[in-house]
Antibody, heavy 121, light 112 residues
Framework: QVALKESAPSRVKPTQTLTLTCTFS??????????VGWIRQLPGKALDWLAL???????RFNPSLENRLTITKDTSKNQVVLSMTNVGHVDTGTYYC?????????????WGQGILVTVSS | QSVLTQPPSVSGAPGQRVAISCTGS?????????VHWYQHLPGTAPRLLIY???IRPSGVPDRFSGSQSGTSASLAITGLQAEDEGYYYC????????????FGGGTMVTVL
């Protein structure tokens, strides 16, 4: 059974880099077709896709945030790490990692509970 | 402003049917990309309800159904139950100006 859990500092200061870690189980990012994505929800707003990394290290980013994002994987730890540089108050929100349905179109079939990140000085 | 447009809210009495629309364009749904639906209840992780326009994952009740036509899609909930109250999001893929996953603005379903 697929499970994912996000971890991150609960508070980050403006201009700092936010590092989010997704620890997962029930699948391996060494298996063909597997992928893990990040999605966030800012207060009062809709879900917003951030990035995705595939088993073969192919990486995709939301073009609107691409210059601030880095995504990596550690297959030995079953973790995916998303870094977001130069955060501001507008980045305060809940961040989710999710498992991409293996093969086929872009759809996320399992999600973590999400983690609330506050950007504040 | 979301790329996919959903009504902000819909409501219905227990047992009734409600439908949520998701309107896109020629660069997403109209380009042939499938629509997927998620249920997001308060305090829980989003849950995949429908993928590939009309496919229910294992464990999703058949009260939930999806359809797609042209540049739009729809999620129907029949036999509305109190536990269905929450937000529902459609999602697809958009190719303009660059490829990206896109979500609708979300629809709050209220059970009267």
């Amino acid at each position: 059974q697929v499970a994912l859990k996000e971890s991150a500092p609960s508070r980050v200061k403006p201009t700092q880099t936010l590092t989010l870690t997704c620890t997962f189980s029930g699948f391996s990012l060494t298996t063909t077709g597997e992928g893990v994505g990040w999605i966030r929800q800012l207060p009062g707003k809709a879900l917003d896709w951030l990035a995705l990394i595939y088993w073969d290290d192919d990486k995709r980013f939301n073009p609107s945030l691409e210059n601030r994002l880095t995504i990596t994987k550690d297959t030995s730890k079953n973790q995916v790490v998303l870094s977001m540089t130069n955060v501001g108050h507008v980045d305060t929100g809940t961040y989710y990692c999710a498992h991409k349905l293996r093969f086929g179109e872009w759809v996320f079939d399992s999600w973590g509970q999400g983690i609330l990140v506050t950007v504040s000085s | 402003q979301s790329v996919l447009t959903q009504p902000p809210s819909v409501s219905g009495a227990p047992g009734q049917r409600v439908a949520i629309s998701c309107t896109g364009s020629s660069s997403n749904i109209g380009a042939g990309y499938d629509v997927h639906w998620y249920q997001h209840l308060p305090g829980t992780a989003p849950r995949l309800l429908i993928y590939g326009n009309n496919i229910r994952p294992s464990g999703v009740p058949d009260r939930f159904s999806g359809s797609q036509s042209g540049t739009s899609a729809s999620l129907a909930i029949t036999g509305l139950q109190a536990e269905d109250e929450g937000y529902y999001y459609c999602q697809s893929y958009d190719i303009s100006p660059r490829g990206r996953v896109v979500f609708g603005g979300g629809t709050m379903v209220t059970v009267l």
